[in-house]
């Protein structure tokens, strides 16, 4: 399935942010992850959830009953949170091949 | 648990040269997949490696190679290099019990790979 996100986003210190990603044709057995990336490192991954709500120490994970959608929510971020973010959805695949979108590059100002 | 360890960190060929880029995963994960990532580009899939076999493949040319040993390092090798080859070279493993689709990978730092 292919995933739509946000090109970009600011936030302030100390606020919650919510990355949004849509994904109208995923698949019945397919999971949704988020990856966080920092300059000159590897993707890291966040949090990876099938149905309604996954939490964990970093994030929470919101996916609505149609699953054509999914929010990442990061509660108080710091300026270490400007990262770019990635959905995956497990059918991310073309010919069986994962496929990175570009990402949501997030910029957090003081 | 060490993480996804990739060797060189930084790496200065020309052009025509070929370079080895390794990788090792996370110990018990059998899956290494590796990727590409340029500024225009973002990342790109270049293989995945399952039990010493290649079991997909991206749009790279056939200067792009790999391989995978039976301790699941993997290797790549990039022949006759160009310019447009400079990017920062991904490794990820998995472990692929099931559904490897779903399965979280898990990145090194990566090869930053520089051709002048």
């Known amino acids: 399935a292919k995933t739509t996100q946000p090109i970009s986003m600011d936030s302030y210190e100390g606020q919650e942010v919510n990355i949004t990603c849509s994904h109208n044709n995923i698949a019945t057995n397919d999971y949704i992850t988020w990856y966080q990336q920092f300059p000159s490192q590897g993707p890291r991954f966040i949090i990876q959830g099938y149905k309604t709500k996954v939490t964990n120490e970093v994030a929470s994970l919101f996916i609505p009953a149609d699953r054509k959608s999914s929010t990442l929510s990061l509660p108080r971020v710091s300026l270490s949170d400007t990262a770019v973010y990635y959905c995956l959805v497990g059918g991310t695949y073309r010919d069986d091949k994962i496929i990175f979108g570009k990402g949501t590059r997030l910029h957090i100002l003081p | ?116």
Request: proline fraction near 5%.
């Open chain 2, 1 to 116: 648990k060490a993480g996804v360890t990739q060797t060189p960190r930084y790496l200065i060929k020309t052009r025509g040269q070929q370079v080895t880029l390794s990788c090792s995963p996370i110990s018990g994960h059998r899956s290494v997949s590796w990727y590409q990532q340029t500024p225009g580009q973002g990342l790109q899939f270049l293989f995945e490696y399952f039990s010493e076999t290649q079991r997909n493949k991206g749009n790279f040319p056939g200067r792009f190679s790999g391989r995978q040993f039976s301790n699941s390092r993997s290797e790549m090798n990039v022949s006759t290099l160009e310019l447009g080859d400079s990017a920062l070279y991904l490794c990820a493993s998995s472990l692929v019990p099931g559904d490897s689709r779903n399965q979280p990978q898990h990145f090194g730092d990566g090869t930053r790979l520089s051709i002048l």
